[in-house]
């Protein structure tokens, strides 16, 4: 007859428990994985499933029990190492978020805002448009799959352990966290200067020729400059979320072995 301990039980729930509170943590952050649209069943389901994938070649997790004080706090640690990889990817594409807003103030489309059920919120709809091409490049590059083994890699990075992580970690994920504003403004730089260049243009026009209604012509002139430079832009913008994203999955590494 097959017998159990409950020292056996409690270190195969270890087992089980400790990277999976990691691995959730990341699932309700990271990009794609935390969509709003996607039911929390089938995140826990994904969760689950790359914990069984993993947890094989993963090293013994400490044996401390799942129910005490020490695995209630390593469960929180985590929980949080987890969430704190899922930031850095969120930034980058919270960048976009960032770009089209910029972007919309430039074209006078600030007003054109919808509410986003995903997003849970009013978003505007260039900003909306550049996250779902940030999230079709990232599926098409296999963003996905490289967060997944990056996830893997972590365990190696930072093993299972009750000691506290490093506050380094939190600095420089709070450091990395300026890039939404500094990559969102370099990414709309081009569609900013073509603006600034219509709206220098047009003041002139106005002066030199009062009769003419600056709010008749005005709007549709810095609407089609704006939506043509931003067709000429998505040519290049592959390449450049490619490298936002190399950045991030770097990032994401030195945050892990910064809590270390």
Known sequence: MLSVTSAQLDAW?????????????????APVFSNNGIPRRIKLMVGLAITIGIVPALPPPPTISLG???????IA??????VAMGLVLRVVFAS????????????????????????????????????????L???????????????????EWM??????????GWLLLARFGATVFSAGLLMALPIVTALLITNIALGILTRAAPQLNLFAIGFPI???????????????????????Y???????????RALR
Do not use: C, Y
Request: charge should be negative.
């Open 13 to 29: 729930l270890a087992m089980l428990a400790f990277p999976l509170a990691r691995i959730l943590g990341l699932v309700g952050m």
């Open 68 to 74: 005490s004080w020490d695995g209630l706090l390593i």
């Open 77 to 82: 640690i985590e929980t949080m190492t987890g």
């Open 96 to 135: 976009l978020d960032v770009m089209g807003e910029i972007v919309s103030l430039q074209m006078g489309l600030s007003f054109a805002t919808f509410f986003d059920p995903v997003a849970g919120g009013q978003t505007g709809v260039v900003g909306e448009f550049l996250i779902l091409m940030a999230t």
């Open 137 to 155: 490049i990232f599926l098409a590059l296999n963003g996905h799959l490289l967060l997944v083994d990056a996830l893997a890699h972590s365990f």
């Open 159 to 168: 093993p299972i352990s009750a000691t506290p992580p490093h506050k380094g």
């Open 222 to 244: 810095t609407l089609t400059v704006g939506f043509g430079v931003l067709i000429l832009a998505l040519n290049h913008l592959a390449p450049l979320l490619q490298h936002f």
């Open 246 to 256: 190399d950045v991030g999955f770097g990032t994401m590494a030195d945050l892990v």
